[in-house]
């Protein structure tokens, strides 16, 4: 049970601090955590309110969006602050694109299910991914052909010192493979030193599908459809996604736990060596990327488990929550994992949550 607290009006207008939180409810994979203080931003001003004020102002912060990348370990002393703010819109119709703003706390799904039915294409490929907005540039999400960096136009942050705004365009995010420069907190990151508030999103026009996936291949083989609409790849990859992941709504999971890792060609030649059935995607540069859920798969941790973690039954790629798992028996599980894949393939997995 949380307690809510109304700071006074001289202090912080408007803020509401809740004590003592149960975090469960807010991470996917519904592990068990108390955060001490937790405040609800649910605009941009609630973050210069918790800047501003006398004791949050100073204290450590924890950003929490959808909790869908996390694993918690222990319970969070830092200020939780639990992104909300709502709000999609379309801020411009250029001749070469359809710039989307969305709050924050917008679930992203919720945000691509808003594009197509305004119109406006170019999200589809990422649909059912969980999570917030805001939490998407973190992370850079990406799936069946696209990451979000190839479609963002900027995003609004909030500084936590400062508690100054700032709209920061896509080029200087340091967007990599599930990373951003708001993962790092060493010189030049900006994780524990700002709040996303706000991201735009630049949608292509003319829209042109990207298929080159095998599950959209076979979706086209199976429809006789050969030029699906954006409509029609949102549904073949709402059904994709539904046939082989986990409803965190239903089983406690933080979707793909590891990384596929990506390899030299001569190193990937080595592998099918030794392993010619491995799951692996040729890149633009040359790298092999590798599929890290047939390597688990392949080294026979397909419905293993460690206390009340284990490993999807129907994608080695998932780790889920029986029940009652605690965050200690996912990280116990997930590096045992790295050990096996590491003994056989010589490739140390990196797992895509933060741990805390």
């Not at 900027?154 to 400062?162: F, Q």
């Not at 059935?277 to 390597?295: E, F, N, Q, R, T």
Request: with cysteine.
């Amino acid at each position: 049970m949380s307690a809510a607290l109304s700071l006074p009006s001289n202090e912080a207008p408007g803020l509401v601090i809740e004590t003592d939180v149960n975090l469960k409810p807010y991470n996917s994979f519904a592990l068990p955590a108390v955060a001490r203080r937790l405040v609800r931003i649910r605009e941009a001003a609630d973050v210069r309110r918790v800047v501003d004020h006398p004791e949050l102002g100073r204290a450590p912060k924890f950003v929490l969006g959808g909790g869908s990348n996390l694993v918690l370990t222990r319970d969070v002393d830092a200020v939780v602050l639990k992104v909300e703010i709502p709000g999609i819109r379309l801020l411009e119709a250029r001749e070469d694109a359809w710039i989307v703003e969305a709050g924050a706390g917008v679930a992203w799904h919720a945000l691509v299910q808003w594009t197509l039915d305004h119109g406006y294409p170019g999200l589809e490929n990422l649909a059912l991914i969980p999570g917030t907005v805001g939490a998407a540039p973190v992370q850079n999400i990406g799936a069946y052909g696209i990451e979000v960096k190839d479609r963002l136009e900027a995003v609004e942050v909030m500084d936590l010192v400062t508690g100054r705004p700032a709209l920061l365009p896509a080029a200087v995010c340091r967007f990599g493979y599930r990373d951003s420069v708001f993962k790092h907190d060493g010189f030049g990151g900006l994780a524990g030193k700002s709040v996303i508030t706000r991201v735009r999103l630049r949608l292509p026009r003319p829209w042109r599908p990207v298929l080159g996936y095998l599950e959209l291949e076979r979706k086209m083989a199976e429809t006789g459809i050969a030029a699906p609409d954006a409509r029609q790849i949102f549904d073949w990859i709402v059904a994709v996604r539904r046939a082989k992941l986990p409803d965190p709504a239903a089983i406690g999971n933080a979707g793909s736990f590891f990384k596929n890792p990506v390899v030299t060609a001569e190193q990937c030649r080595d592998i099918i060596g030794r392993d010619p059935g491995i799951v692996h995607y040729p890149m633009a540069d040359g790298s092999v990327k590798l599929a890290a859920g047939w390597m688990i798969d392949a080294c026979g941790w397909k419905g293993k488990s460690v206390g009340g973690a284990a490993v999807y039954d129907k994608q080695a790629l998932v780790l889920v929550n029986k029940g009652d798992a605690r965050g200690a028996e996912v990280v116990t599980l997930a590096r045992a994992i790295q050990e096996s894949v590491y003994g056989r393939f010589g490739i140390r997995l990196e797992p895509e949550p933060v741990v805390v």
